[in-house]
C-alpha cells in the first residue's frame, strides 16, 4: 500500500509467540557493509579511515542531481555510524501460508516480507532517511542508510534472510540524541516501507488500500488457526508488490528509525556502534 509504513499498517497486536530469532551478529561481520556495497562506492579516504567517501552510483536516484552532489563525505566528527538488522524475511509457501518453521519471523503486528520480495527489494534501503520513531519528515530526519547487505540464516530448518544497514546519524542535529545512539542507550529500530499492497497468507486477498483489507487481517493478524487439514497457520499479511490486477508493482523501503519505544520486529536492534576514528 502506498504512503502507509510498514508498522502502521495494521493495529498492533500482543504477541504470543514465544521463541525470538537470535541475534546473530558478531563484530567480524562489521566491515562487511562497506566492502560490500554497491549502490554506493564506498571506500576509506587517503589519510586513513577517518572519513568514508561515498559516492552514489545509482542512476535512478541520481536524477537531478549534480555531479557534485553525488559525492558525500561522511566524517567521523559529524556522524555516527552504526550497523542495525533492520529487518527479516519469513519463507512463503507455494499456497501462500508462512511455513511453520518461519512463524517466529512474522513481526509482533502481524505483518510479513517473503524471501524473494526481501531479496528483490532490500536495496531500496540504500539512500533513506534515518528517523526518530517514524516522524517521517525530511526536516526531522537525522541521517542516512549507506549500505544495505543481505544474508542467509537457517535456524529452523527453513532459509530466511536478514538485512543489516550501515546507519550514519548526524551528531549535531541533536547531540543527545546522537550521544544516546552511539552509547547504546536508544537499542532498537524499526523500518518504513510502502508497498503496492498486503496479502493475507489466509485467504490470499491483495488489498491495496484499507478499505480491500479482508476480515483475517482486520481481526487475526498474527493469531494461529488449525487449517482444513489439521495443520497449524498464523494468520499474516505479507507485503508484496502485486497490484489488484496481479501485476507486479513496488516495495519500497522508506526510511529506518530509532526508537524510544519497543519495535515491530523485536530482533530489531542496535547491534554494533562502528567505532570509526576522528580527525
Ligand atoms: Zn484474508
Redesign the pocket.
Known sequence: MRNQSFQNMLPPRVDKRDKLPEEPHTSKTVNKPIEACEGYSCSSNSSGSSNLEIVHKNKEKNKGMSKSSKLMRFKADDWVFTQVTAITSAKKTKDGKVSQNSFQYVNTNGIAISNEDLLKYYKSFIGSHNYKDHEQEVSKSYGVVLDAVIRPVNKTGDTVYYVDLLIATNRHKDPAWARAIETQKVKYVSMGADSSSIQ?S??G?IAVKDTDI????LFETGLFYIDKDGNKQITSGWISDKKSDYSIGSIEFEEISYLTVSPAYRASALSYVIPVPKN
Open positions: 493475507c489466509k485467504c486477498n479482508c476480515e483475517h487481517l
